[in-house]
């Protein structure tokens, strides 16, 4: 990779994290504070959400009917994602410490905190549950699938893949031979310093 693609992933990563903060603090100035696990919304903002929260009954009658033919199908998707969870955890548990990869914590990536939402009734309450596990667990992974590429082939891919995770950015170039075996070393040891 040469000095300017890297001094330029090095300015959107910096760009990235600024915006992450600047984001942060917006919501938590505006809507809400992080005490713990707990979200706590200022008492005017809480009591807003509970007028406007539906009914469950009313709920239930506007609710489009195809979303609860779809909804057995969509909720079976648990089972795979269980596994998945418990094979990928168990894979990290066992193999990073052998690779001297720091593992990734599973609590920065699965969430669950639309609970505490005061707008959503109980079904809704389920629903963002389930997605916040879906989605979360699949970033973990992503996440896990995306050190062990480092360590194990950090090399781009000669097509443009779409979705490829932030660590693709900083692989070895498609065919750049040169002192591989050092740099692939370097991408190895740089994992057991990270997150």
């Known amino acids: ?8 992933l090095q300015q959107m990563a910096v760009l990235e994290d600024d915006l992450r903060v600047a984001l942060h603090e917006q ?16 008492h005017s903002i809480k009591s807003a959400h509970r007028r406007l929260k539906t009914g469950l009954l009313h709920w239930l009658m506007t609710y489009r009917p195809l979303n609860l033919v779809t909804g057995p199908v969509i ?18 548990v066992t193999c990073f410490p052998i690779y001297r990869v720091a593992k990734v914590r599973r609590s920065d ?19 963002c549950t389930y997605c916040a596990y879906g989605a979360g667990l699949l970033a973990y992974v992503y996440e896990i699938v995306g050190r062990t590429e480092q360590y194990f082939c950090p090399i781009k891919h000669a097509r443009k893949i779409l979705g490829a995770h932030s660590r693709h950015a900083g692989f070895l170039d498609y065919g750049d031979a040169a002192d591989y075996e050092a740099r692939l070393e370097a991408f190895r040891v740089a994992l057991a310093n990270k997150d």
Do not use: A
């Open 109 to 127: 990536y699965i969430v669950f905190d639309r609970q505490h939402l005061e707008y959503l009734n109980v079904i809704e309450k389920f629903h």
């Open 27 to 42: 919501e938590t100035s505006v809507l809400f504070q992080i005490k713990g696990k707990r979200v706590e919304f200022e």
């Open 75 to 92: 909720y079976s998707m648990i089972v795979p994602l269980l596994i998945l969870d418990l094979c990928v955890s168990f894979y990290q």
């Open 1 to 8: 990779m040469n000095d300017r693609i890297r001094q330029l």
